[in-house]
């Protein structure tokens, strides 16, 4: 006898044995079972005619041009071609946003890639379009045979695209967002795609875009000073009153020089001498002392420009406050940290902040070592001792002899061979420091060694410290640097404050500001001076 099958009510019907909506089934061939999902029922159906309808609305659409542009796009960006080598463009600046940007965009597009191709694709095993609408001058390159939905092509750029638009300004950011565009329409013009299948892959690729922050927190690309309105100075538009001051020597080790390339502190003598040439110019070789020359410009300046990395920055800081006048960091070192922090990218922000007329009172810490007669020593980024100045010491001995970046792989990991505790109290408590970081105002990132904050005047300390008991293993010292704070690495600490109080109880102590090591006595008081430094700064502050 047969089985009587009766439609139950309020339900579809479908015939026996066939996959219900959103069933995942078996597919046999040539031995190996792939899962699919097939989708059924009423409103799948109806969303399929809906991207089939618009697909024919594009292909029957006629945008003259378009027939030779688009094909080509689409073709350059085949397997990541068009982004990998935007982000290698992004890379080779000296913009160390556009670096992150061309970086966060790659690492998008290594989530979204494997998750479409080797996940979504054969998970649905969609087929791909029927092109006889499609007119040939539109399919110049072979058709893809593999499954359609999701579109990689579109997962690729809007993973890109969301990646460069959390770092990069809105002068890069919207062209890469509309070549993303682009590539992405590309794929329903050529017959490629069902727009469907391209809705799915940029919505994958913006996850992905987002997702990244969740192991690389995006950075804000200004930190905030508040402008004074109390405080003037005279801006000449020749740039007379300016005295700036060029370490010659900064940067020359991360940006190689030579006949063909000039160096950075070249670059931006350049720039000053084409666009203040009112400005007096002071260069200081590698042999001179930079800090007498510092302090002479200052006597005579109105405002004190200088062109150097952090540690010159730190040494014009001083001469401004002793003298009182305006600072206007120019970038000249490897990573030039504080002029970045305000918005400084290059040495036409600088002359464009200068222009505009816009000063801020910004934080400065200080370093007061007990029973010293000499003035406290500043930082405007970051003081560390422990590993990290043992780190800095071993870098700058190799350095002539190996280069900056090999010098310091060498002294890391010769630092994490040797290096031993401190043993000292910190605020009145005994500790074993390995490392530790004071950081001038709060920083964003993770770790013992993070490189960003959102303000420049909060009027805090950011304390950051490993530390360990009486036997110390290097591997949790090592996980602590690499870790940050997560609960895997005990005997990292991090707390906030105005003040930090440290008596080292091995002599002498070791202490790295701004990227410059010195020693100092064995009590030490680290401060902050609250708004004492006045800098000029884009007028987005």
């Not at 989708?39 to 609305?57: I, K, N």
């Not at 690729?156 to 993303?180: I, Q």
């Not at 200088?306 to 206007?328: E, K, M, Q, Y």
Request: proline share 7%.
């Amino acid at each position: 006898m047969q089985a009587n099958h009766r439609k139950a009510p309020g339900r579809p019907s479908r015939r026996p044995g066939a996959p219900a909506a959103g069933m995942a089934v078996d597919v046999r061939g040539g031995g190996v079972t792939r899962r699919r999902i097939v989708f059924r029922g009423p409103v799948w159906r109806a969303l399929h005619r809906l991207d089939r309808r618009a697909f024919e609305q594009v292909a029957a659409a006629r945008l003259p041009g378009l027939e030779y542009v688009l094909p080509r796009l689409s073709r350059f960006a085949d397997h990541g071609v068009l982004w990998f080598t935007t982000a290698g463009a992004l890379g080779m600046t000296r913009q160390a946003r556009l670096r992150r940007a061309g970086l966060r965009g790659a690492i998008a597009i290594a989530v979204a890639s494997p998750a479409v191709n080797l996940v979504g694709k054969h998970a649905f095993r969609r087929k791909r379009p029927v092109v006889d609408l499609v007119p040939p001058i539109r399919i110049r390159f072979r058709l893809p045979t593999s499954p359609a939905f999701p579109s990689g092509h579109s997962a690729s750029a809007g993973a890109f695209a969301t990646g460069v638009a959390m770092e990069a300004p809105a002068a890069v950011a919207v062209p890469v967002a509309l070549t993303a565009g682009a590539v992405a329409f590309s794929r329903v013009y050529t017959g490629a795609h069902y727009p469907g299948d391209v809705l799915a892959g940029l919505g994958i690729g913006v996850a992905a875009g987002l997702g990244t922050r969740l192991v690389w927190p995006a950075r804000p690309p200004v930190a905030r000073a508040t402008p004074t309105a109390a405080e003037h100075v005279r801006i000449h538009p020749e740039g007379c009153g300016v005295v700036a001051v060029v370490n010659v020597g900064s940067g020359a080790g991360g940006n190689g020089g030579g006949p063909l390339v000039p160096t950075v502190a070249e670059s931006a003598i350049a720039v000053l001498q084409r666009e203040l040439p009112g400005a007096e110019i002071v260069r200081v070789g590698p042999d001179e002392d930079v800090e007498r020359a510092l302090d002479d410009a200052a006597a005579r300046a109105e405002v004190l420009a200088i062109v150097g990395g952090d540690g010159t920055v730190n040494a014009g800081a001083r001469a401004a406050l002793r003298h009182d006048v305006p600072l206007l960091p120019i970038p000249g070192g490897t990573f030039d940290h504080f002029a970045r922090a305000l918005g400084v990218e290059s040495p036409m922000h600088a002359v464009n902040a200068y222009r505009d007329g816009c000063l801020a009172r910004v934080d400065v810490g200080e370093i007061v070592a007990g029973g010293a007669a000499d003035e406290p020593m500043v930082f405007l980024n970051t003081a560390s001792f422990g590993a990290y100045a043992e780190l800095v010491d071993r870098r700058e001995r190799l350095e002539r002899r190996l280069g900056k970046w090999p010098a310091l792989a060498v002294a890391a990991v010769r630092t994490l061979r040797h290096a031993r505790p401190v043993d000292m109290t910190v605020d009145g408590r005994p500790r074993k420091v390995w490392l530790a970081f004071v950081g001038n105002c709060l920083y964003g990132s993770r770790g013992p060694a993070p490189t960003w904050r959102r303000h420049l005047d909060d009027g805090q300390l950011d304390i950051r410290m490993v530390t360990t008991g009486r036997r110390a293993p290097r591997l949790r010292a090592l996980a602590a640097v690499l870790l940050g704070h997560l609960h895997l690495t005990p005997g990292y600490r991090a707390w906030r404050g105005g003040a930090l109080e440290l008596v080292s109880l091995n002599g002498d102590l070791r202490v790295a500001r701004d990227g410059e090591v010195s020693s100092v006595s064995t009590k030490v008081r680290f401060g902050k001076r609250a708004g004492a430094l006045a800098v000029f700064c884009p007028r987005a502050h």
